[in-house]
C-alpha cells in the first residue's frame, strides 16, 4: 500500500487513492481521518498529472520561447524536487527512520502527509501557472506570462515567492535573448518571432522604413513606450548597416570593427541586469546601447546637417512654404481635370455639382501632374543659385504623388503610431485628399535609407495629411480669386456701337446687361466673403502656426551659441544622449543622436497638427464642406459667364435661344442655394473657431514638452485664435446675415 501511495504522488494512477485514475469507491476500512490524510495524498498526485501534462504540451507547441522556457523550468527543476522528496521519503521508510517509522513497524499516514505538505500550495501555484500559459481559447504570449509573474513576487508566502522569482529570471532570461539579436546584430529572433515585440509587416515594402513595427501587447510591462521605441529604432539601424553596401562605403573601416568590438560591449550590458527587471535599470541599458551605436556608427550615416536638410525639404512642399510649388501643383491638377473633361463624351448640363467625382484618374496621370508641376518649379528657379537646385533635385527623388489606397481599418495601434502623430490622425473621418484631382491622392515622402532613421511611416503620412489641408485651402483661395477676371460677370457689357448707341437694340442690350449685373452682387459679395475668409485663415496657419512652429523647432536643431563645458544645468543622461564636439575656449556644440531628433520631430509635428486645428472633427466637417461648395461657386460661374457671353452677343434680337435662358435660370438658382448652403458654413466655421478659441485659452494648458532621456524640447503652441477672430470681426464675419451677402 505504501508504494501505491509512493506511485500516486510519483503522478501515477492507483485505485488504492480516492479520486485518482482509475479508482473506484473510498475504501471502506479506513477511518474517516484515514480517509481525508489519504484524499490529500491524492490531490498532490492528481496535481503532479496535471502539471506534467500541461508542461509537455506546452514546451512542444506552444509558439512563445519564454513560455517553452518557464515550463521546462517547471519541469527539470521544481517537478524534479518534488521527485527527490518522493526518494527521500521511501529512502526513510525503508530504513526504518524514526520521522517516518512508528512502533511495531507502523508508518503512519500521518507523517507521509506531513512529509509533502508544504508541497500543496507550491503545486497549486504551479497548476495556476500552467493554466496561464495554456488558455482555452488562445495561447498566451511571453509578456503577458512575466507580467503575471511579477505580479505574483508581491505574495506573502515565502515559498511561493522564492518559487516566483526563480521563474520569473527564467522568463526574462529567455525574452532577453530574443531582445540581444535584435539590439545586437538588427535580427528577428529565430524561434518565436511572433512572440517578440518587433514584428514584421504582413505587407512589407521594399524600405527598410516600413519593414518593423512594435506591438503593445507583446511588450512586458517594464518596458516603457520611449523604450520600446529605443529598441526599434537600434535594430532597424543595425539592420541597415548589416545588410545596405552603400552603409558601408560611408563608414571607415575602424568603424566598422568597432561596430563589431560594441557587440561584446552592448552584451555584457545586458547581462549585468538583475532580475527581476526593473523599468528604470531596463531603460538606462537600453538607453547606453542606443548612445554607444549612435557615437560610434549612426551620427556618419545620418548627420545632424541631413536632418536639417530633410526638414527644410518638407517645410518647403509639404508646408507649402515655397508657394510657386503649390501654385504649379494646383495649375497641373486642374489642366489635367479639364483635358480629361475634353476628351470625355459630351453629357448634356447636369445639375449634380459633383459630376467631377465620377471622373476615373489614372496613376499614370497623377504622375504627370507632379512632373509638370516640377517643370513648371525648375523654370522658375535661379541658375545661379546652387542650393536651391540641390534641395529641388532632392525633392524630385523622395517626393511622389500618387493615388491614395484604401487601407482596411487597424484593430489596435502599434506602438509607432501611438507614439508618432498618427494616433491624433487616426480617429479623423474627414480628410482633404480627393480635392485636388477629384480622387483621393496624396503627396508622400519616400525616405529611403538612411533617411528613414529620421522620418517614419508614420510621419509621411501626418505630412501627406497636413499638405493635403493647407493645399485645398489654398486651392479653394486661387479658384475664387479667378473668378474676378472673367470680365464679362464683373462689369456691365459696352453698347454695340457709338452709331447705334441711341437704338432700340443698344438700349435692350443695356437694360439686360444691367439686370444681370444687378442679379450678380448677392454672388459677388458672397464670394468676397469667402475669399475673405480663406485668405486670414491662410494667412494665421501658413504665417503664424506653420512659420512659428518651424523656427522653434529649427532654433532647437541649430543652436545658434555653443553651450559651455561649465554648464551644470546639462544632466549625465543628456550628456549620454548627445555628441559634444569640444572647441575654443571650453565650448562646444551640441548634435544629438538620430533617435533624439526622430522623437523631438515626432513631437513638433505632433504639436503642429493641434495648432493647425486638423485634431478638431467639427471644424475640419465644415470646412470640408466649404471648399466643395467654393468647387461648386467656382464651376457654376464660369459656366454662366459663357452663357452671359452667348446673351450679350444677341441681346436684342428675336433670336435668342429660349435654351439659353433656360440655362441662365438654372445656374442663378443653383447659384442661390449654394449661397445659402456657404453663409451656413461660415457660419458654423466662425463660431467654431470661437469655441475652439475659448477652449484652448480656458483649460489652460501649457505648452507640451518632448521630455525623452532628459533632451528637452518643447515645441511652439498657439494659445487661442483672438488675433484670426480680431480680423474677421473687423472683416464683418462676427455675424453672417442676409445683410452682409447683399450689401
Known amino acids: 500500500m505504501l508504494h501505491e501511495l509512493l506511485l500516486a504522488l510519483s503522478g501515477h494512477p492507483s485505485p488504492l487513492v480516492p479520486g485518482a485514475e482509475g479508482s473506484q469507491q473510498p475504501l471502506p476500512l479506513l477511518s474517516p481521518s484515514e480517509q481525508a490524510l489519504l484524499t490529500s495524498v491524492a490531490r498532490l498526485g492528481n496535481l503532479h498529472m496535471e502539471i506534467k501534462k500541461g508542461t509537455s504540451t506546452i514546451t512542444q507547441c506552444h509558439p512563445s520561447t519564454v513560455c517553452r522556457a518557464v515550463a521546462q523550468a517547471i519541469t527539470s527543476v521544481h517537478l524534479t524536487s518534488y521527485h527527490e522528496d518522493i526518494l527521500r521519503v521511501e529512502e526513510g521508510i525503508l530504513q526504518e527512520h524514526a520521522g517516518f517509522v512508528g512502533a511495531y513497524d507502523v508508518v503512519p499516514l500521518s507523517s507521509i502527509s506531513v512529509a509533502f505538505g508544504g508541497w500543496r500550495s507550491k503545486l497549486e501555484w504551479m497548476k495556476k501557472l500552467v493554466q496561464q500559459m495554456q488558455p482555452p481559447e488562445t495561447y498566451a504570449a511571453g509578456a503577458q506570462i512575466i507580467d503575471w509573474l511579477h505580479k505574483e513576487l508581491q505574495t506573502g508566502f515565502p515559498d511561493i515567492g522564492v518559487l516566483a522569482t ?6 526574462e532570461v529567455a525574452w532577453l535573448r530574443q531582445v540581444s539579436a535584435w539590439v545586437l546584430y538588427g535580427a528577428l529572433p529565430t524561434l518565436g518571432a511572433e512572440d517578440f515585440l518587433v514584428q514584421r509587416k504582413h505587407s512589407p515594402s521594399n524600405l527598410d522604413a516600413w519593414k518593423y513595427d512594435l506591438k503593445h501587447d507583446l511588450a512586458p510591462g517594464y518596458v516603457t513606450e520611449a523604450t520600446a521605441s529605443s529598441i526599434l529604432f537600434i535594430g532597424k539601424s543595425l539592420e541597415y548597416v548589416r545588410q545596405d553596401s552603400q552603409s558601408r562605403d560611408l563608414l571607415a573601416p575602424d568603424i566598422l570593427m568597432g561596430q563589431a568590438s560594441l557587440v561584446s560591449i552592448h552584451l555584457k550590458q545586458l547581462s549585468l541586469l538583475e532580475h527581476p527587471i526593473s523599468s528604470t535599470s531596463f531603460t538606462q541599458t537600453i538607453t547606453a546601447i542606443r548612445s554607444s551605436l549612435s557615437r560610434n556608427v549612426l551620427q556618419r550615416l545620418l548627420p545632424q546637417s541631413e536632418v536639417l536638410r530633410a526638414v527644410n525639404m518638407l517645410h518647403d512642399y509639404f508646408l507649402l512654404e ?21 476628351r470625355s463624351v459630351t453629357k448634356p448640363m447636369s445639375n449634380d455639382p459633383h459630376r467631377l467625382g465620377g471622373m476615373m484618374i489614372k496613376e499614370g496621370e497623377v504622375h504627370a501632374v507632379l512632373a509638370r508641376t516640377w517643370t513648371a518649379v525648375a523654370a522658375l528657379q535661379d541658375i545661379n543659385d546652387e542650393i536651391a537646385d540641390e534641395d529641388l533635385e532632392l ?14 481599418p487597424q484593430t489596435s495601434l502599434s506602438f509607432t503610431a501611438a507614439l508618432g502623430p498618427l494616433r491624433i490622425l487616426e480617429n479623423l473621418r474627414t480628410t482633404f485628399d480627393d480635392l485636388l484631382l477629384a480622387t483621393p491622392t496624396h503627396l508622400t515622402v519616400i525616405a529611403g535609407p538612411p533617411l528613414h532613421l529620421f522620418l517614419n511611416t508614420s510621419e509621411a503620412d501626418a505630412y501627406s495629411s497636413i499638405h493635403s489641408y493647407l493645399l485645398a485651402i489654398r486651392r479653394a483661395h486661387l479658384h475664387l480669386t479667378g473668378l474676378w477676371k472673367l470680365s464679362t460677370l464683373r462689369k456691365p457689357c459696352a453698347s ?10 443698344a438700349k435692350q442690350h443695356r437694360d439686360n446687361s444691367n439686370r444681370r449685373h444687378r442679379s450678380l452682387r448677392s454672388v459677388w459679395a458672397m464670394v468676397g466673403l469667402v475669399i475673405l475668409f480663406l485668405a486670414e485663415l491662410g494667412e494665421y496657419l501658413q504665417g503664424e502656426v506653420v512659420k512659428s512652429s518651424r523656427d522653434v523647432f529649427i532654433e532647437w536643431l541649430k543652436p545658434s551659441q555653443p553651450t559651455k563645458l561649465s554648464d551644470d544645468r546639462k544632466s549625465v543622461d543628456e550628456c549620454k544622449s548627445i555628441k559634444t564636439l569640444v ?65 450679350n452677343a444677341v441681346d436684342g434680337y428675336a433670336g435668342v435661344s429660349a435654351s439659353i435662358v433656360t440655362e441662365e435660370e438654372e445656374l442663378m438658382k443653383n447659384l442661390a442655394q449654394v449661397g445659402i448652403g456657404v453663409k451656413e458654413e461660415l457660419q458654423k466655421l466662425v463660431e467654431r473657431l470661437r469655441d475652439i478659441d475659448f477652449e484652448r485659452l480656458g483649460s489652460g494648458l501649457e505648452p507640451m514638452a518632448c521630455d525623452h532621456q532628459s533632451i528637452s524640447f518643447v515645441p511652439w503652441k498657439a494659445g487661442g485664435l483672438y488675433r484670426l477672430l480680431m480680423k474677421l ?11 452682409n451677402l447683399s450689401r
Open 322 to 342: 515655397r508657394g510657386e510649388f503649390a501654385v504649379a501643383l494646383i495649375a497641373a491638377a486642374d489642366d489635367c481635370l479639364l483635358a480629361r473633361q475634353k
Open 729 to 739: 470681426d473687423f472683416a464683418g464675419l462676427k455675424v453672417i446675415d442676409e445683410n
Open 395 to 408: 525633392a524630385r527623388g523622395i517626393v511622389c504623388l500618387s493615388i491614395k489606397k484604401s487601407s482596411a
Open 496 to 505: 454695340y456701337t457709338r452709331g447705334f448707341s441711341g437704338s432700340w437694340y
Open 583 to 647: 572647441g575654443l575656449h571650453g565650448a562646444v556644440a551640441i548634435t544629438y543622436d538620430p533617435e533624439s531628433l526622430t522623437l523631438a520631430h515626432r513631437c513638433y509635428l505632433t504639436t503642429l497638427i493641434h495648432s493647425l486645428l486638423l485634431d478638431d472633427p467639427p471644424y475640419t466637417k465644415s470646412l470640408k464642406n466649404l471648399i466643395t461648395r467654393v468647387d461648386d461657386i467656382t464651376a457654376l460661374v464660369e459656366r454662366l459667364s459663357v452663357v452671359h457671353l452667348n446673351l
Open 166 to 171: 526563480n521563474l520569473v529570471q527564467v522568463a
